[in-house]
């Protein structure tokens, strides 16, 4: 089947303090991220590229075939489509050394948030993305989400204070 490219904003030019809601697919949807070794690789490439390209990672999900990051530029010249470059780059080089196979799909899909989207909403859909597919009964429960900016469990109960457990 031919790649079919994923459109951009075209009057956006993805540079500057902007929040993303960002998903990346395994290629050929193959259930990579199953295992401590593989997020943890994939994971590290994350945090280094990530600071390098100065983005904050509020919430990531390592589903068993994709990612789902949700991530904010801390300087104007940070550039989003440069970082997911730079990381998927890193993360399949890297990937290619320990494991087998390829890594990503090509592209992948954003939403840019809108001032009026708030963060620990999205954050919260990000990390009940397990529980949503019956992979955990909670979401502290699932070993691969977090965040490399926030405490987790504040995160996950910081869109309704009431509910954050004792």
Same mark, same amino acid.
């Given at each position: 089947?031919?790649?079919?490219? =994923?459109? %951009? !904003? ?7 303090? /902007?929040? /993303?809601? +960002? ?8 259930? +990579? ?9 994939? +994971? ?6 990530? *600071?390098?390209?100065?983005? *904050? ?6 589903? @068993?075939?994709?990612?789902? &990051? ?7 010249? *940070?550039?989003?489509? %440069? !970082? ?5 780059? %890193?993360?399949? /080089?890297?990937?290619?050394? %320990? ?12 939403? &840019? ?9 999205? *954050? ?5 993305? @397990? =529980? ?6 909670? $979401?502290?429960? /699932? @070993? ?14 910081? &869109?309704?204070?009431?509910?954050? $457990?004792?």
């Amino acid at each position: 089947m031919p790649f079919k490219r =994923v459109p %951009r !904003l075209a009057s956006f030019n993805y540079t500057g303090c /902007y929040r /993303y809601f +960002l998903t990346i697919c395994a290629a050929g949807r193959a259930r +990579l991220f199953v295992t401590d070794e593989a997020v943890s690789l994939v +994971l590290l490439e994350l945090s280094r590229t990530s *600071a390098d390209e100065h983005f *904050a990672v509020t919430a990531y999900c390592f589903m @068993p075939d994709h990612v789902h &990051v949700l991530i904010e530029g801390t300087r104007e010249d *940070a550039d989003f489509q %440069r !970082l997911v470059r730079v990381f998927k780059q %890193r993360s399949s /080089y890297h990937w290619k050394r %320990r494991m087998t196979g390829d890594l990503w799909q090509r592209s992948y899909f954003e939403h &840019v948030l809108r001032d009026d989207e708030d963060t620990f909403h999205v *954050a919260r859909y990000i990390l009940d993305n @397990p =529980v949503r597919a019956g992979l955990a009964k909670r $979401p502290e429960e /699932y @070993p691969f989400v977090g965040s490399l900016t926030l405490d987790v469990v504040d995160l996950m109960y910081s &869109v309704q204070i009431d509910q954050r $457990p004792t």
